[in-house]
């Protein structure tokens, strides 16, 4: 079983050194011996692109990096370099009579400024697997995506490891809520599922639970049912457990303002209290921190609120609060932020502004829609997105890693 690199202490490792020969070039200079420890340490520095090629290097380098040992402490060294941003743009893709054939959605790496890489395509680079997407849930740099069709799949944009999961329990409600994260006392990743399955009694629809759990049998295995109903919003995963908002339903019409929180390791519910007296717009976590998002009309104004996970007694604490401008957002709007080297993104209406909390600055981000290409695979070309085809765009916080879905 694959252990996290903070429960390894490195000097364990046998002491070895590594002579680099370079008579293959035309040379006779043979190199100084490496140390073994100097050698990981150099390599865990190097950002995953660099490592999946240096894996060609030789045998022992190969070793090395595939070694659980060295993925593991890679994932905490990348944790700890300010993380990267994930944007995702996509747009249904329309036959002549109006109807929907098709999503196209790209995935683009943000590192501030004006710093953009493109990663890659949907359905282009993995056009045998999905074609409707939804929004991605991110976790140790996996990805796990799911379509209209309940299909999901697990993927690894550093590695391009992608691996698809079987499908969940049939869902009588529109849309579904899944969760993804680590659990750290089995060191297994598993996703949670929320299904509606119809009441034989009272033939009323009734929230399930399921939960898959990645390198085992791969079955879904159903849980407890949730406290109270629980919608197809985006969950957050925040130290070994999933956060989800509590929906409006018939069978709930007035639920109480709190989170359920959804444990990993005993796959057990809670509630978590919410920071204010109203249900909150938007839900994400960095680090050990989980944020409640609060957008108000009068006047219009974002909150954002923060709390440590860790420890008996959550303690909510307003991290800043933001005027927004009329020509900013038309109307209050749910949409996901992202705390980023002290500052706060958010996306409105198709564009993505920036909040300096110490300038209480907020400004847009210098590229536009425009600017991002998606991959028309009926055509086989490129095309650019336009403010009137754009209906999704993702936002979430990012870290590389060498992490194999197959290992677990």
């Known amino acids: 079983m694959a252990k996290r690199c903070t429960d390894i202490v490195l000097a364990s490792r046998p002491r070895k050194t590594m002579r680099i020969d370079i008579n293959s070039c035309g040379s006779r200079f043979l190199l100084p011996y490496i140390p073994d420890e100097v050698m990981f340490d150099v390599l865990l520095r190097l950002p995953s692109k660099s490592l999946m090629r240096f894996k060609s290097v030789c045998k022992a380098w190969h070793a090395t990096i595939s070694s659980p040992i060295f993925i593991n402490a890679h994932l905490e060294w990348s944790k700890l370099k300010p993380s990267s941003l994930l944007m995702a743009p996509g747009f249904y893709k329309k036959q002549k009579k109006g109807q929907n054939i098709a999503f196209l ?10 710093n953009v890489v493109h990663l890659h395509d949907f359905p282009r680079d993995f056009p045998q697997v999905l074609d409707t997407w939804t929004r991605p849930v991110h976790c140790d740099g996996l990805l796990l995506v799911s379509n209209m069709s309940k299909k999901m799949i697990i993927y690894n944009p550093s590695t391009r490891e992608i691996v698809s999961l079987p499908k969940g329990s049939p869902n009588l409600h529109k849309g579904t809520g899944i969760g993804f994260g680590f659990d750290p006392h089995s060191n297994k990743y598993k996703v949670a599922r929320v299904f509606y399955q119809r009441d034989d009694e009272t033939s009323m629809l009734v929230c399930k639970f399921e939960v898959l759990t990645l390198g085992t049998i791969n079955v879904w295995r159903q849980t407890e049912d949730p406290p109270y109903p629980i919608g197809k919003s985006t969950p957050v995963h925040v130290k070994g457990a999933i956060y989800w908002m509590v929906s409006r339903t018939s069978l709930c019409p007035d639920p109480p303002n709190t989170l359920v929180r959804f444990c990993l390791t005993d796959e057990k519910f809670s509630l978590f209290p919410c920071p204010c007296s109203v249900k909150p717009s938007c839900l994400t976590g960095l680090g050990d921190e989980l944020y409640c998002g609060y957008f108000f009309s009068q006047p219009l104004q974002l909150e954002i609120w923060g709390c440590s996970v860790v420890g008996q007694k959550p303690e909510w604490t307003r991290r800043c609060a ?17 705390v980023f080297h002290g500052k706060v993104l958010l996306l409105a209406l198709k564009k993505v502004y920036k909040y300096d909390i110490q300038a209480c600055k907020l400004e847009k981000i210098p590229f536009v829609v425009e600017d991002f290409m998606c991959y028309d695979r009926e055509n086989n070309m490129y095309q650019t997105y336009s403010k009137k085809e754009v209906m999704d765009f993702h936002l979430f916080n990012y870290v590389e890693s060498l992490v194999s879905i197959r290992e677990f």
């Open 322 to 338: 933001l005027q927004i401008p009329p020509d900013v957002i038309k109307r209050p709007v749910a949409s996901p932020l992202v």
């Open 105 to 114: 959605m790209g995935l683009y790496k943000y590192k501030g400024g004006n």
